[in-house]
């Protein structure tokens, strides 16, 4: 059987028409019947690699009996010149998160995934401390398993105050392994106490992978890299798929 927290995640790809470009990580987010796709904000448009894609595809199981069954699903990123995401802006500059939605009626009839929902979000009264174990649900460097066609999990802990916007920027900091093509992934955290209200989801999503950080001081050749992250707040999603 494939771990519920496996079907959340989504394999994207980058495309300028036909021509490939990059590989990420998405994940699915449901809310009031409306179900979005979620990844990092940078994988949509990036001016300063030159990054500009005109729509990605992400892989759809098609039967929940045959994990080996899928199909790729195309989705535009622009209508009219105008684009089809979300994104995000507070007062410390943008927000690494964008999120696009899915024509429900457009999707195999027989598609299977997992979406997390706001009930999924961390709330005040969630005691997430210092070191907790975390997860993250990813393809690096598009590497997952090719016949399941699922991701695979990184582990990381939280690696600063949860809850403090980490240098003023919405986002908090994470001590894992990671490469490219994870950014866009769910960082979640087991849930201690199941809620029926979950389903088989029993994960909190605490936040949306962007990139390493790195020392401006780290020598490449003497220092290892860091190995921190920045995850930005869930919570955004809250703001972003809102009608």
Known sequence: MTDP???????VQ????????????????ERDGRLFLV??????VDEPSKHFPNRIEIEL?????????????????????????????DAAGEIDVAVIEL?????????????FTPGHLAGPA????????????????????TLHHVSVVRHAIVASSFGLRFGGKG????????????????????????????????????????????????DVKLDEALGLNCAWYADILLTLTER
């Open 14 to 29: 980058t495309f300028d028409n036909k021509r490939p470009l990059t590989n990420a990580s998405g994940f699915f987010f």
């Open 103 to 115: 024509e429900r009626s457009a999707l195999p009839r027989t598609t299977a995934y997992r979406a």
């Open 171 to 218: 986002y908090f900091l994470t001590d894992a392994r990671t490469h490219r093509g994870t950014s866009g992934a769910p960082v979640v955290m087991r849930v201690a106490d199941p809620d029926p209200a979950r389903g088989d989801l029993q994960w909190k999503l605490l936040g949306i992978h962007s990139a390493r950080l790195d020392a401006g001081t780290r």
């Open 126 to 145: 969630d005691r997430i401390e210092i070191g907790t174990p975390l997860l993250v649900v990813c393809f690096p460097l598009g590497f997952h398993d």
């Open 61 to 89: 199981h098609t039967d929940a009996d045959n994990m080996a069954e899928s199909t790729g699903f195309s989705i535009p990123l622009y209508r009219d010149r105008k684009s089809l995401w979300r994104q995000g802006r």
């Open 5 to 11: 927290i496996l079907l959340t995640g989504a394999r």
């Open 39 to 44: 990844t990092s904000r940078h994988v949509m």
